[in-house]
């Protein structure tokens, strides 16, 4: 996705911070979800529910199932965390996965296909709701600091197009209307704001860490 949008085959798309702030000189926000009524998000470090890790130290040697190399709540910051104790995701597990997707994060580790997970934190809780018997089968073992939650972003160079403008508009309004409100509803968030690039100052500090600790 990140790539069709710095391509110009989006106009606009959902992203996460990470990639984000990875191509910072070509992207604008456009708008920022707000879940439990402010822009931020966790990422959770999961194990299967009968599991007895009580945190990311316990978990050497397993198998371990990121999102997204792309990722920061499914992959970053597991791995800025690994390099704060001098060690790499390939190094301290003893064996990772990527599953491209949150959910199937979820479905790994509840089924017992790898030990251990890194997650959303919004997708967990969401899922709580809409798959409690999924969810069920996982448990958190630790949530990260407050982080800027995944943006809505076009390319800087087309941010103040109509089509860009009128999306930032319509997102920021959900909230405004009974459509909206249900659309929101529906996804488990409260509204949509314009976001400011400092909300993702702790996911950049993250990056920094594991580019100066690697």
Same mark, same amino acid.
């Given at each position: ?6 391509? =110009? ?13 990875? &191509?910072?000189?070509? /992207?604008? /926000? @456009?708008?920022? !979800?707000?879940? &439990? =009524?402010?822009?931020?998000?966790? $990422?959770?470090?999961? #194990? &299967? ?14 198998? &371990?199932?990121? $999102?997204?190399?792309? $990722?920061?709540?499914?992959? /970053? @910051? *597991? ?6 104790? =001098? ?15 949150? %959910?199937?994060?979820?479905?790994? @580790?509840?089924?017992?296909? *790898? %030990?251990?997970? $890194? ?17 069920? =089968?996982?448990? #958190? ?22 089509? @860009?403008?009128? /999306? ?12 909206? %409100? ?10 949509? *704001? !314009? ?20």
């Amino acid at each position: 996705v990140t790539g069709m949008l710095l391509e =110009g085959a989006l106009d606009a798309a959902w992203l996460c911070g990470y990639p984000f702030l990875q &191509h910072r000189d070509a /992207l604008s /926000l @456009v708008a920022v !979800p707000l879940w &439990h =009524g402010r822009p931020l998000y966790q $990422s959770y470090l999961i #194990v &299967h529910a009968g599991d007895n890790a009580a945190g990311l130290a316990d978990l050497r040697g397993a198998t &371990h199932a990121f $999102s997204d190399p792309n $990722s920061n709540s499914g992959f /970053l @910051v *597991t791995a800025s965390d690994l390099a704060a104790m =001098g060690e790499t995701p390939e190094g301290f597990f003893g064996r990772t996965i990527f599953t491209y997707g949150h %959910r199937n994060v979820v479905r790994a @580790v509840a089924a017992g296909l *790898t %030990r251990s997970g $890194s997650v959303d934190g919004y997708v967990w809780e969401s899922l709580r709701v809409v798959e409690p018997e999924l969810v069920a =089968g996982t448990r #958190v073992i630790a949530r990260s600091e407050w982080l800027g939650f995944p943006p809505f972003c076009a390319r800087a160079d087309n941010r103040t197009t109509e089509p @860009v403008t009128r /999306l930032a508009a319509a997102l920021t309004g959900l909230d405004r209307t009974a459509p909206g %409100r249900a659309a929101l509803q529906a996804l488990l968030l409260d509204g949509m *704001t !314009p976001g400011s690039v400092d909300l993702y100052d702790g996911i950049a500090r993250r990056m920094a860490m594991l580019a100066r600790l690697r």
